[in-house]
Structure formats: structure tokens, C-alpha cells
């Protein structure tokens, strides 16, 4: 405890002294988002993450995420420097979508628009002419839909299944997944509904499509949390990463918050309802690149300026 506090006093003297801004996701560790909000910083989900850290004025991002999420604010922000606690915080959705690999999956289909999730590598944003995040997909794909374009989606597969439901858009999925998210199990959400029948269900979409058919709520981190915000029931099964809940239930303090299952029958699941590359973020490794300046994100300025520009479309989109 009096370590913690310790280490949290250092990394807000190192913020001032590198004009420097902390900029966290909903799935890091409470203190990192506690220490965000109480610095001037955010913690959001990954849309507001990339506005928040474009329009700051501090010249040194300190994205806690992973590692789309670095390359996205220094895609963004050439000049600010951009720092992580760890640059090994990866994706297994950006893992998924290797981009040579994807190229050649584009041209097989040179008719269609590619609309591409921000869970991908810059190299990835650059082949695209659309990048989405959760919270802003559906709009996007059913604008593109009125507009008789033809799309590919990637990576997500259940995030692209979802989308498709709701939107009747013609698109080719690539086949690639969350592995926190494709966990949740649908049987296992069925049983604990039986037991909380007043609950009601989050679910991020990027869960496999009998989770994301069983929800009251669909959304974004963000949308999640104003669901649990404004939803009537006393009970809330929430089917995303457990890191969320710190921020969820301030804003439901009434409301009892659940874990949705990732696993029934006494099966094991690889992660458990908790990124392992979100885990890799903390307050000792903060400090560490504050005071070292290593783990700098670095993009190809040829690359850089092809990945802007499907990143400003979706910017653009909604102001
Ligand atoms: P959000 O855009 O909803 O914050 O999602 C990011 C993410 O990685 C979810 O797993
Ligand atoms: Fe990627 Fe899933 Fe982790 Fe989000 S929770 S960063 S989609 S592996």
C-alpha cells in the first residue's frame, strides 16, 4: 500500500516534469485509471482514447493499452512522443490479421471497401480505407451499406457477425477472434440468468454470437458503462474484461455486478475474463518508461501517412 502510493507520488512528479499525459483503457489495473483521471489524463474506451490523446497538449502520450492503441496516438500525433509500459502488450486480434497476409486477402476482393476494427497494426490501418472501433461500427457499415458498397471486414469475426446481423451489409469476414472475449459461454450465461432472473445482460461484441444474442446491452466499453448507468435492473451480468467493473460500478453504485462465465462444466479458460496483455500494463512499469523514455512507439512515416488516413475517416465520421 504505502509502496503503491509511493510509486503513484513519483509518477505524477515525472508527468509534470516530461509534459507528459497518461491516457488508459477501462481494462487496466484501477489504480492506472484511478492515477489517469486524478492527472489530467482519461481512461476511455479505445474511440475517445484516440481523440483524447490527438487533441491534448502534452507532448508525451503515456498510452496504458496495448499496443494498437500506442500506434493509433502516434499515427495520429507524429510529433508528441508516444510511450507504453510495455511495447509487448499486443492483440490476439492484431496477431490475427498479419499484414501481408491481409493485402493479399484485399486483393483477392479489389471491388470491396475494407473496413478494418482498430485492433490491428498500423500496417493493417494502412490498407484500409475504413477504420472502426466497437463503439462507432454499425454506423459506419450501415452509411457505407446505403451507399451500395461491398465490404471486407477484419479481423473480428464476431464483431463483424454482429454487425452484419444488424446492419444486412454484404460483407467478407476475415476469421480471427478475441481471445478474452470468445470465452463467454452461452449455457453457462443461461444457468446464472436462472439464478439472477431480475439481471440484466452486457456484452461487448466482440463474444461469440449465442452470448451477444442473449444481451439487453451491446456495446463499446464505454456504451456498456452508461448502459449499466441507465438500465432500471438492480443486477447486471457483464460479459467483457473484469477491469471494467472499477469503472461500471462507480457509475451504478446500487447495482451488483456479475462476471458473466467463461467457462461451464468445470472447463478451464485461457484467460479468464481478464486480458493478458492489458495485465502487463502497471504503476512500477509507468514509472520505469517516465524515467527511461524506452518503449516508444515508432511508425514507417510511409506507412504512418496511408494509416491516417482511414483513422481521420472514422474521426471525421463523428465529430
Ligand atoms: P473498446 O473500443 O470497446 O474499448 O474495445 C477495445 C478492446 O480491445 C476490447 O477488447
Ligand atoms: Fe485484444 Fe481482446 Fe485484449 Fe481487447 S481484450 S486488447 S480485443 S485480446
Redesign the pocket.
Known sequence: EAEAAAVTEEIRALLQQEDAVLVAHY?TDPAIQALAEATGGCVSDSLEMARFGRDHKASTLIVAG?RFMGETAKILSPEKRVLMPTLEAT???DIGCPAEEFAAFCDQHSDRTVVVYA?TSAAVKARADWVVTSSIALDVVRYLKDRGEKLIWAPDKHLGNYVQRETGADMILWDSA????DEFKAKALEDLQAVYPEAAVLVHP?SPESVVKMADAVGSTSQLIAAAQSLPNPVLIVAT?KAIFYKMQQAAPDKLLIEAPTAGNGATCRSCAH?P??AMNGLYSIRDVLQKGDQEILIDEAVRQQAVRSLQRMLDFRK
Open positions: 481494462y496495448v492483440c490476439s486480434l485492433n478475441c481471445i478474452v472475449h466482440e474484461d486480458c496483455w492489458m
